[in-house]
């Protein structure tokens, strides 16, 4: 089946770690999206991705990376320099503008 | 005032009552409309896509946009538990950028 698969679904961090999230889309979506979701707070853009080895900043990059060497694919790295991570985190993707993006299951992030 | 800007809930309906969500929003550059349906611990499911103004139906479920108002709603008729999640507005603007809601919780009792 066609979809976004991202991985794990629960992550625990340590203080001053590195940690990498998976997004993986068999959709051949050009475009890649990565969402933090906090309570009460709505979806707020970390990275996008509208073609292969390109990127721009969200809303609230900082504190994380990412990369997008192939097409399907699109990891997300939150830093030790983010100070608040723990949220759950979604990567979505689309054709290209104009079209709906569809979204994965989440990553839940939590600090130890 | 916030982009956009989505009633909080929580709503609760009895089982076959009809639902209605809504949001509004303040940029008129904004162009195209999608309603999310996000279950507890999953990501947001498309449900409706619109860019018009007027109604767009799917099954038992109506997307209403009206942009002189910058108003959007959505419909559920004959609501059932099954639709007990949380609705997400979401509104892209010109340059390609999804602006979402904070989302409804609705329940729907058996």
Known sequence: DGGITQSPKYLFRKEGQNVTLSCEQNLNHDAMYWYRQDPGQGLRLIYYSQIVNDFQKGDIAEGYSVSREKKESFPLTVTSAQKNPTAFYLCASSSGGRQPQHFGDGTRLSIL | ?110
């Open chain 2, 1 to 110: 005032q916030k982009e956009v800007e989505q009633d909080p809930g929580p709503l609760s309906v009895p089982e076959g009552a009809i639902v209605s969500l809504n949001c509004t929003y303040s940029n008129s550059a904004f162009q195209y409309f999608m309603w999310y349906r996000q279950y507890s611990r999953k990501g947001p499911e498309l449900l409706m896509y619109t860019y018009s103004s007027g109604n767009k139906e799917d099954g038992r479920f109506t997307a209403q946009v009206d942009k002189s108002s910058k108003y959007i709603s959505l419909f559920i008729r004959d609501s059932q538990p099954s639709d007990s999640a949380t609705y997400l507005c979401a509104i892209e603007g010109s340059n390609y950028k999804l602006t979402f809601g904070k989302g409804t919780l609705l329940t729907v009792n058996p």
